[in-house]
Structures are given as C-alpha cells and as structure tokens.
Nanobody, 128 residues
Framework: QVQLVESGGGLVQAGGSLRLSCAASGRTFSNYAVGWFRQAPGKEREFVAAISWSGLVANYADSVKGRFTITRDNVKNTVDLEMNSLKPEDAAVYYC?????????????????????WGQGTQVTVSS
C-alpha cells in the first residue's frame, strides 16, 4: 500500500484560500485514483473531490463545485486540493485517500469504502 501524507492545512478567514497537498511515499501513485474527504466534529466523513490516475476525470461534491479544484502531478507523486472562497462549513479534518486500480486509467470513486490507503489528515479551520 502507498503511504499518504497531507499538508497545507491551517487557519483562514472566510472567503480565503488554502491549498492542500497529498504526497505518496513508499511507492508511487502509479495506477492510483486519489480522493479527498473531510470530517467535521460530530459529523460523518464526507466526500470532497477525487481524481483518476489519468488526471482526466475529476468528481466533486456539490458543496464544493466551483470553489475547489483537485489536480495531480504523477511525476512528483502529489495530489493537490485548491480551496477557494472558503466558508465556515468547510472547516474539518481533510483526509487524502488512494485506491489502486488496474485496467481503467479513468477510474474514480466518491465512496470512502472504495479507498484502501488513508493519510492522517490535516486540519482546516475557517473563521467567520
């Protein structure tokens, strides 16, 4: 399994921006779909965005469409989540997840259960 390390979280004012990064270690992101999920206190973990190994397919939760952008660099083995126009309700611990999938370079999933490698998470706090 690939090991994942998130970075880039922090405190930002509402309307501000943050860029989260997920880095792979132990092995490359080759043939891995990668997703971002988040969990706020007292709430279930929810899907935020995901991107296929090819980088050609990206899915977003309705709540972040138009504000968040997921990208990947398969040379650097990183997947970034650019978050703009942040709202207080975006505050949560953000987790990077990866799913190894052969045969379909455009595979992507919005289900947490589809992913088998998870990072430790990075805190995002949005002040109003």
């Amino acid at each position: 399994q690939v090991q994942l390390v998130e970075s880039g979280g922090g405190l930002v004012q509402a309307g501000g921006s943050l860029r989260l990064s997920c880095a792979a270690s132990g092995r490359t992101f080759s043939n891995y779909a990668v997703g971002w999920f988040r969990q706020a206190p007292g709430k279930e973990r929810e899907f935020v965005a995901a991107i296929s190994w090819s980088g050609l397919v990206a899915n977003y939760a309705d709540s972040v469409k138009g504000r968040f952008t997921i990208t990947r660099d398969n040379v650097k083995n990183t997947v970034d989540l650019e978050m703009n126009s942040l709202k207080p309700e975006d505050a949560a611990v953000y987790y990077c997840a990866a799913r190894f999938h052969l045969g379909n370079i455009n595979y992507v999933s919005t289900r947490a259960g589809a992913y088998d490698s998870w990072g430790q998470g990075t805190q995002v706090t949005v002040s109003s």
